[in-house]
C-alpha cells in the first residue's frame, strides 16, 4: 500500500468518531485520584489528573477536536495534546474500557458466506471497505444483518473495528484484513458442532475432499492455487473444520499469497486487486479471490502431508494410518485449544476413509500434475 493510498483512507476527520465509556466501565475518585474500574477485567486503573479530564470529557459527549482545543486552553501544545490522548485512548479500548457510538453508512457496506455463515461488514468509506472485500471469493453486497456482522472506522491513522465480539478493537490499516480474518477465523471454529480443526488447505475433486497439511512455508496456498488451475474446488488455504461425522469443510476466505509467490503463472492471478496486507507477523500478503469455490463439508478421501525440497522431480509416498493419525493431532485443535475423545474419534474415522500421502516436491506446477492423477486413480 502506497503512502498516498494509505492517506486516502485516512481522509475521514477522527472527530467524527464518538467515544464513550463502555458498560462495563465506572469512573470515581479517591481522595481526589481518578481511577477507572473495569467489571470484565475486575481491574482498578489509576489515571493522571489530564488523563480524568479526558475520560471525563469523553463521558460527557465531547468530540476528540473538542477535547484537543480544551486542553489548549489548559496551556497544553496540540501536538503533545494529541499524543497522550491518542495514547490514553489506545490504552482504554486495548482494555476494553471504552466504546464507540457512531451509525456506520449503509452505502459502504458488502456481505458474504463462509462456510454456514453470513458475514455482513460496514465501514465509514468505501476506500477501508475495499481491503476487506479482497478477502472474501465472492460478495453480494446485501446490506443486512449476518450472523458474523463487522463495523468498521478510522480514528487517525488507526482502524477501530467491533462486532465480532462484544468488545472494540484497534490496528493499523495495513493490518486490518488479515486482523479481520484471524478473528473470523476463530468465531467460526468456535461455533455450530465442529469437533475439531485442522491446519490445512482443502480441495474437493469429483464429490470428494483432498486436505493438504503443512507448517507454515509448506506451500499449502501456492499449491492450492495450481491445483485450482487444475479443476480442483477451492475450499480454503488455512483451516479445515470436522464435523463429528469425520467429513471437514474449508473456511473459503480468498487465497492468501506470500510476497514471493505474487509474480505466479497462474491465470486466476490477474483478478486481484493489487492490495497488500500487513499480517501481525510482519509477512506481506496479497488476497487471491477464486470463483470455483466449494462451500460446505465433504468426506475426506485424500490426505497430502507436504514436504517441500530445494529441487528434485515429486513423488508421492504412501503414508502408514497411524502414523497419518500422529501427524494429524499435530495439526489438531478444538475450540478450546485441545483435542477431545469425540474429535479424536472423528480423526480416526477420517483417517480409516481416506488415502494418506507424503507429496515430497519442488515445484508447485509439478506436483499439482501428481494430485490430479491421484484423484484420477492412475497413482
Known amino acids: 500500500m502506497t503512502k498516498r493510498s494509505v492517506e486516502a483512507v485516512l481522509e475521514k476527520s477522527s472527530s467524527e468518531v464518538a467515544l464513550k465509556p463502555a458498560a462495563n466501565a465506572v469512573f470515581a475518585l479517591f481522595n481526589g485520584r481518578p481511577v477507572l474500574f473495569s467489571e470484565t477485567g475486575q481491574k482498578i486503573y489509576q489515571l493522571d489528573q489530564l488523563g480524568g479530564f479526558i475520560w471525563c470529557r469523553l463521558a460527557q459527549g465531547a468530540s476528540l477536536a473538542a477535547v484537543y482545543h480544551e486542553l489548549g486552553t489548559l496551556d497544553v501544545a496540540e501536538p503533545v495534546a494529541r499524543q497522550f490522548v491518542r495514547e490514553a485512548i489506545s490504552a482504554w479500548i486495548d482494555r476494553g474500557l471504552l466504546d464507540v457510538d457512531r451509525p ?34 465472492a460478495v453480494d453486497n446485501v446490506d443486512a444483518q449476518g450472523d458474523i456482522a463487522v463495523e468498521a472506522m478510522m480514528l487517525e491513522d488507526q482502524v477501530l473495528f467491533g462486532g465480532i465480539d462484544a468488545g472494540i478493537h484497534r490496528c493499523g490499516v495495513e493490518a486490518f484484513a488479515p486482523i479481520i480474518k484471524a478473528f473470523l477465523t476463530d468465531r467460526l471454529i468456535r461455533s455450530d458442532r465442529w469437533v475439531f480443526a485442522l491446519h490445512a488447505a482443502s480441495l474437493a475433486k469429483n464429490g470428494a475432499g483432498l486436505l493438504l497439511c503443512g507448517e507454515a512455508g509448506a506451500g499449502k496456498s501456492t499449491l492450492a492455487l495450481q491445483s485450482v488451475d487444475a479443476g480442483f474446488q477451492y475450499s480454503g488455504d488455512d483451516i479445515a473444520l470436522i464435523d463429528s461425522d469425520g467429513t471437514a469443510c474449508g473456511i473459503p476466505f480468498a487465497l492468501t499469497l506470500k510476497e514471493g509467490s505474487w509474480d505466479g503463472s497462474s491465470a486466476l492471478q490477474s483478478s486481484w486487486n493489487g492490495i497488500t496486507h500487513r499480517r501481525a507477523d510482519g509477512v506481506l500478503v496479497r488476497y487471491l479471490p477464486v470463483s470455483n469455490v466449494h462451500n460446505g463439508s465433504l468426506p475426506v478421501r485424500w490426505i497430502i502431508f507436504l514436504n517441500r525440497v530445494a529441487n528434485g522431480s515429486p513423488a508421492l509416498t504412501e503414508v502408514d494410518p497411524l502414523d497419518s493419525m500422529k501427524r494429524l493431532i499435530g495439526s489438531a485443535f478444538g475450540a478450546d485449544g485441545r483435542l477431545s475423545q469425540a474429535g479424536f474419534l472423528a480423526l480416526k474415522g477420517i483417517v480409516s476413509g481416506a488415502r494418506s500421502h507424503l507429496l515430497t516436491y519442488c515445484e508447485a506446477v509439478k506436483a499439482r500434475e501428481l494430485l490430479v492423477d491421484m484423484c484420477n486413480g492412475k497413482v
Do not use: P
Request: positive net charge.
Open 104 to 137: 456506520m453508512s449503509t452505502n459502504c457496506a458488502l456481505s458474504a458466506m463462509l462456510g454456514r455463515h453470513r458475514i455482513s461488514v460496514r465501514t465509514e468509506n468505501r476506500a477501508l471497505l475495499q481491503r476487506l472485500v479482497s478477502l472474501f471469493c
